[in-house]
């Protein structure tokens, strides 16, 4: 029996490897699946060695306090390889840990497949050199990435986006029975609130973004619902919020399908609301630190993926300082005020999958990786 290496750390990451995980058992029933990921890897079949809720904290200072433990990630890791005598690796997203992981793993002769290119054209475009020594075979995922990495010494292909196939896939709910599944108020529109999947995310961004919402929901007769992510605890949100406030944690797709507009935070999230066509704003907070070192290193200038694959700035973005309770009021009452002002971005939002393309990523990918583990 074969076993394949496979590191997710977050729960975007998680999502993707599931479906690749399955993707892969249909065609090499034999191998074995070890690493890092969370619930749904594990139930596509990954023996988890750590759990990506281990891996929660956040931001360039939040690393450095937790340095040891990564420390010991990596030689646990790495001690596994040595054991099952692992050939190849498939890393997805995650750069800080998984580059670091590479270098390793490359002592090693472990052929290494980036699953989700790291986002150097974002925030590190002299690090191409560091991909070209260490990775064997680069997944790419969004169209404009061709382009960056035409010119280097890469092997890469593009083999879709994969929330295109997950969307594609999903059973939406009618509005009646989803409203009806959680008890929700049917004369009421939702104003939906996506804080992030981590602790430290949700303490900075919640309270930030909370009484606006209030506010907004009072003045348009909306009802606030909360995303609870299944990686945080219910109790950190319970401290934030009244009874007036609904937390839900499943069917978050028929959540963002039946919403009237919504404040997300950075990261995969937006992806999937732009794609689904919901209006929203991009918000996002971190520690003062990690955000004034992020900006020495950021290139571009949003930090939205649906604004970078546009091309333009669609979707409002408060980030750190600008996300405050008066910003969040004047710029989502904007758009609840002027319906044409959202239904012009839904438009705009609505080209985003014609970019992206109809392959299945799970399905290309597995090919590729298929292919490599029996060379």
Partial sequence: MQ??????????????????ISALRKRNKSVEFIGVGGDRMIQSGLKAIYHIRDFSF?????????????????????????KEKIQLAV???YPGFNLSLAKSLKKLNVKIVYYISPQIWAWGKYRIHKLERLIDKMLLVLPFEKEFYKNANLDFEYVGHPLIERINEYQFLSRD??????????NKDILLLMPGSRKHEVELILPAILPASIKLSQKYDLQIVIALNENI?????????????????????DLIKHSKFGLIKSGTSTLETALIGLPFIVVYKISNLSYLIGRLLISIKNIAIPNIILGKSVVPELIQKDLNTDNVFQTID????????????ATQLN???????????SEESAKIISEMLNE
Avoid: C, W
């Fill in 3 to 20: 076993s394949l290496l496979i590191i997710a750390g977050e729960v975007s990451g998680d999502l993707h490897g599931s479906k690749l």
């Fill in 58 to 82: 956040l931001g360039f200072t939040e690393v450095l306090s937790h340095i040891p433990f990564i420390r010991r990630v990596k030689q646990k890791l790495i001690s596994i390889v040595k």
């Fill in 91 to 93: 890393l997805i997203d």
């Fill in 177 to 186: 029975d989803f409203y009806k599944k959680f008890n929700l108020q049917l």
């Fill in 233 to 253: 605890e219910k109790g950190l949100f319970e401290k934030f919020i009244g009874k007036d406030v609904k937390l839900i944690s499943s069917n978050i797709y």
């Fill in 334 to 345: 904007s758009y609840l005020f002027d319906l044409n002002k959202s239904q012009e971005m």
């Fill in 351 to 361: 080209k985003i999958k014609n970019l992206l393309g109809d392959k299945s990523a």
